[in-house]
C-alpha cells in the first residue's frame, strides 16, 4: 500500500493570523487531494519584520493559538500534520525554541524535534545569525507513522549528515525549511537528494518560498525525493502544494539492490 505525503510552500509574513489562514486552505487542499501526511515549512507562522518579532508570540508547550490550529485541523481533517516550526517559549526571555511538533489523526501532540543546528551566514550586505533569537535543541527526533519511522530536521540541520545517521533506519526525512535565495541556489537540492540516497528512504521538504515582507527572498523548491535521489515532485516558487507517495515496496528494493546500509562499518 502507498501513501500520500504533502510539503506546504509558504511565503509567510509577520502576521501570525494571516499565515494561519494560508497554512488552512493549502493544508486542506493536500488532504483533500489525499495526502495523509502535510508537512509545514519552517517560521510558517511568522516570518517577521526582525528576529525577534518571533519572540513576541512565542507560546508555552501545549496551550497557544498557533498548537491549537495545527492540532485542530489535523483532527477536522483526519492527518499527520507536522507543524513546520514554531517559536516555542524557553528559558531565555529574548530567545525561542524553533520547534517541529507532530499531531496525529486524532489531533493530539505525539512528537517533537527542537532545531540543533542555528544558522549563520554572512556574505556582503546579507547576514543571518540565528543563535541571536534561539536556543538549539539537543536531542534528535523521530516517530512512529503509518508507513514506518519518520525522522525530523530543520533547514540548516540539512548540511549536517551524522544527525540523520543518528536516526537510525528510517522511511521517510521531513525537512521544513527557510533556505535563502542564495544559498538555496548553490546546495538545497543536491543536500536534499544526498541525504536521501545514503539513507535510502524517501525526503519531504516544505520551503519558504518568495519575497517576504521583509525583504528577505527565500529559495522554495519544496520537493518529494525517492530513496534513489529522483526528484518527484517539486514547486519552485510561491504558495502551493507539493505531493506524492511514499512506496515502501520501491524503499525495500533499493535497499536489497544496493545493501549500503547494511554495509556501514562505522
Not at 106 to 114: K, M, T
Not at 138 to 166: I, N, Q, W
Not at 250 to 256: A, L, P, S
Amino acid at each position: 500500500m502507498n501513501h500520500t505525503v504533502a510539503a506546504i510552500q509558504m511565503i509567510s509574513s509577520p502576521t501570525v493570523a494571516d499565515n494561519i489562514a494560508t497554512a488552512r486552505r493549502l493544508v486542506t487542499q493536500a488532504a483533500r487531494d489525499g495526502a495523509g501526511l502535510v508537512l509545514l515549512p519552517e517560521y510558517w507562522a511568522i516570518m517577521g519584520l526582525t528576529d525577534s518579532d518571533k519572540v513576541r508570540v512565542a507560546e508555552p508547550l501545549g496551550q497557544g493559538p498557533i498548537q491549537d490550529f495545527m492540532a485542530g485541523l489535523a483532527r477536522e481533517l483526519g492527518i499527520w500534520l507536522i507543524g513546520g516550526t514554531l517559536p516555542l517559549a524557553s528559558d531565555d526571555a529574548d530567545k525561542v525554541i524553533n520547534t517541529t511538533l507532530v499531531y496525529n489523526p486524532q489531533g493530539e501532540h505525539v512528537s517533537r524535534y527542537d532545531k540543533i543546528h542555528l544558522f549563520g551566514f554572512t556574505k556582503g550586505s546579507e547576514s543571518y545569525n540565528e543563535s541571536k533569537t534561539i536556543v538549539p535543541g539537543k536531542h534528535v527526533g523521530t516517530f512512529e507513522a503509518p508507513f514506518g519511522k519518520v525522522g525530523m530536521s530543520v533547514c540548516y540541520d540539512l548540511r549536517f549528515p551524522e544527525l540523520f545517521r543518528a536516526m537510525g533506519p528510517v522511511s521517510l526525512i521531513v525537512v521544513p525549511a527557510a533556505f535563502t535565495y542564495t544559498t538555496g541556489m548553490a546546495h538545497w537540492e543536491i543536500l536534499l537528494r544526498a541525504r536521501a540516497i545514503e539513507n535510502q528512504c524517501y525526503v519531504l521538504a516544505a520551503a519558504q518560498g518568495g519575497i517576504h515582507p521583509n525583504g528577505r527572498r527565500t529559495w522554495g523548491h519544496s520537493m518529494l525525493i525517492d530513496p534513489w535521489g529522483t526528484v518527484k515532485s517539486v514547486l519552485a516558487e510561491g504558495e502551493g502544494v507539493v505531493a506524492g507517495e511514499i512506496d515502501l515496496g520501491y524503499m525495500e528494493g533499493v535497499r536489497d539492490s544496493l545493501p549500503a546500509l547494511k554495509h556501514r562499518t562505522m
